[in-house]
């Protein structure tokens, strides 16, 4: 007979306290998924003892256990994603924002590209498959590394694995050139070495301050600043603007919209350059 499975309860009061403690932290704001943090969270909270929500949330606070942030963080992030996702990026990425930085950067040859919030690493695996049909022979000339920053661990490990069941719209000879087929599984495939060695992956909460070694030509943040109030995407879009290049390229989701802001001006559908000089109130 099957079980039926209740989610835990969980008070007005301990909602709120979970709510406030993720949207100080990570910026999701998760005021109206009651519902979602119960069912996510039920199931692995039982199978670790906890009869309620209210002895955990105790724990989570007092202890800061990081196994036990992660499990929050792994459960209530949104980690959906797929390769080619929003094409008409890749598009734009090969056919208008390559060519101009390769004239860019004729003498340094290196580039550098972000992709925050990659999730399981299918954005950061495209964009090195496009800067590897870009660049063609020449790619072990250029330095293209991506950097991909996430903050879910469950995420990063299975982007650092890289092992997917690629969709059917991915080109089959990128499938021949770029992805090992596995022997344990029929549609099982490794991203080749050549497209995963050019992605850095790296653990980065984007409520942080921004201090990686290069400013940025090009940032993906797609997808991600959804989950944030306004005022946490204001803030974030002001870092983004400070770690990035002259006239650089931002990257967001179709669904998406930078809202006003002097900082940035719209090129095409959901991507924006930076514009010329910082205004702050
Ligand atoms: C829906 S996925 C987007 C993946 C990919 N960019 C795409 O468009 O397909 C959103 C990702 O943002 C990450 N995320 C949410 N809040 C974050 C934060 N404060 N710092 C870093 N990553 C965060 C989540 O862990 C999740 O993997």
Redesign the pocket.
């Known amino acids: 007979m099957e079980m039926m499975f209740r989610d835990l309860v969980i008070t007005d009061a301990d909602f709120q306290r979970l709510v406030t403690f993720i949207h100080k ?4 704001d998760l005021s109206k998924k009651r519902q979602l943090i119960t069912s996510r969270l039920s199931h692995s909270l039982k199978a670790k003892g906890y009869p309620d929500f209210k002895s955990f949330l105790e724990h989570l606070f007092t202890s800061k256990d990081p196994e036990d942030l992660e499990l929050v ?1 792994n459960k209530l ?6 390769f080619l ?2 094409k008409e990026h890749f598009t734009f990425l090969q056919n208008t924002v390559l060519p101009e930085l390769e004239k860019r950067h004729q003498r340094d040859k290196v580039l550098s590209i972000w ?6 690493g ?2 950061p695996y495209t964009l090195s498959i496009y800067l590897k049909e870009y660049f063609g022979t020449q790619a072990n000339q250029w330095d293209t590394r991506i950097l991909a ?4 661990q469950q ?1 990063m490990a299975k982007a650092k694995a890289a092992v997917y069941q690629p969709p059917a719209d991915m080109p089959a000879e990128w499938l021949r050139r770029y992805f090992v087929k596995n022997k344990t599984g029929q549609d099982s495939y490794t991203v080749a070495p050549v497209i995963r060695n050019n992605v850095i992956f790296r653990t ?5 301050p921004i201090h990686f070694k290069l400013k940025f030509d090009v940032i ?5 600043m ?3 109030d306004q005022s946490t995407r204001d803030a974030l879009i002001q870092r983004f603007y400070d770690a990035m290049t002259p006239n650089a390229y931002l990257f967001i ?1 179709h669904s998406e919209s930078l809202g006003q802001t002097p900082l940035f001006r719209m090129v095409a559908p959901a991507v924006y350059r930076k514009s010329g000089a910082p205004i702050r109130s």
Do not use: H, K, P, W
């Open positions: 932290n990570y910026g999701i963080l992030t949104t980690n959906y994603t797929y996702r929003e992709s925050a919030g990659c999730s399981s299918e954005e920053t996430d903050i879910s995420a980065f909460n984007l409520m942080d993906f943040c797609r997808n991600v959804i989950y944030f989701s």
